[in-house]
């Protein structure tokens, strides 16, 4: 079953916020939300992770709902290199295993 | 920066042949990790190693082996390289590994390998 569920695409203008939702409805207590991008033909890179507060880093703010069965990624003024696909992950505390679904693909148009 | 380097980007190997990929990471990171990730199947865990000659199998270690000498290092080993194993190599590091704590992992740019 998968833990989470994002939209399969979407566009922004570049300059304006994008954001990006996921849906985690059967989060435990002690399971982390994880936002990765790949790039075509690049490595996934760590954008940002949060387990109850919303989090802020150079990259992108992370809010997650109060009861933790949703959240969203902001990249606050998208840029044309900000065009990858998005994975949002839940992974527990101890686990090695990081499972990527199909992500979001996100298009920054000029 | 958390710097992961993987030897080649691309790499074009015949059936039967051994096929060593290697990782290096510069952040002295405890754990390291070898995915595969095939188009509508994700990434998916071979081999990871939470210490210098320590190793772990993931979902689909068959057909690889792995080898960590050192720290920094983390080879990934196909002995008879197979069509089957064409696919983009993806090598991670993390810093700390415990049940009470989520660590991040960092990837690598990726080998493309072609098995024909």
């Known amino acids: 079953d998968a833990k989470t569920t994002q939209p399969t695409s979407m566009d922004c203008a570049e300059g304006r916020a994008a954001n990006l939702p996921c849906n985690h409805s059967?989060?435990?207590?002690?399971?982390?939300v994880y936002w990765y991008r790949q790039i075509h033909s690049q490595g996934p890179q760590y954008i940002i992770h949060?387990?109850?507060n919303n989090e802020t880093n150079e990259m992108a703010s992370l809010i997650i709902t109060e009861d933790r069965k949703s959240s969203t990624l902001i990249l606050p003024h998208a840029t044309l290199r900000d065009t990858a696909v998005y994975y949002c992950?839940?992974?527990?505390?101890?686990?090695?295993?990081?499972?990527f679904g199909k992500g979001t693909k996100l298009s920054v148009i000029p | 920066d958390v710097k992961v380097t993987q030897s080649s980007r691309y790499l074009v190997k015949r059936t039967g042949e051994k096929v060593f990929l290697e990782c290096v990471q510069d952040?002295?990171?405890?754990?390291m990790f070898w995915y595969r990730q095939d188009p509508g199947l994700g990434l998916r865990l071979i081999y990871f190693?939470?210490?210098?000659?320590?190793?772990e199998k993931g979902d689909i270690p068959e057909g690889y082996s792995v080898s960590r000498e050192k720290k920094e290092r983390f080879s990934l080993i196909l002995e008879s390289a197979s069509t089957n194993q064409t696919s983009m190599y993806l090598c991670?590091?993390?810093?700390?590994?415990?049940?009470?704590?989520?660590?991040?992992?960092?990837f690598g740019p990726g080998t493309r390998l072609t098995v024909l």
């Open positions: 190693s939470y210490d210098v000659k320590m190793k």
């Open positions: 991670a590091s993390s810093l700390i590994f415990s049940p009470e704590e989520q660590d991040t992992q960092y």
């Open positions: 949060g387990l109850k």
């Open positions: 992950i839940v992974t527990g505390a101890g686990s090695y295993q990081l499972t």
């Open positions: 952040m002295d990171h405890e754990n």
């Open positions: 059967t989060i435990s207590g002690n399971e982390y």
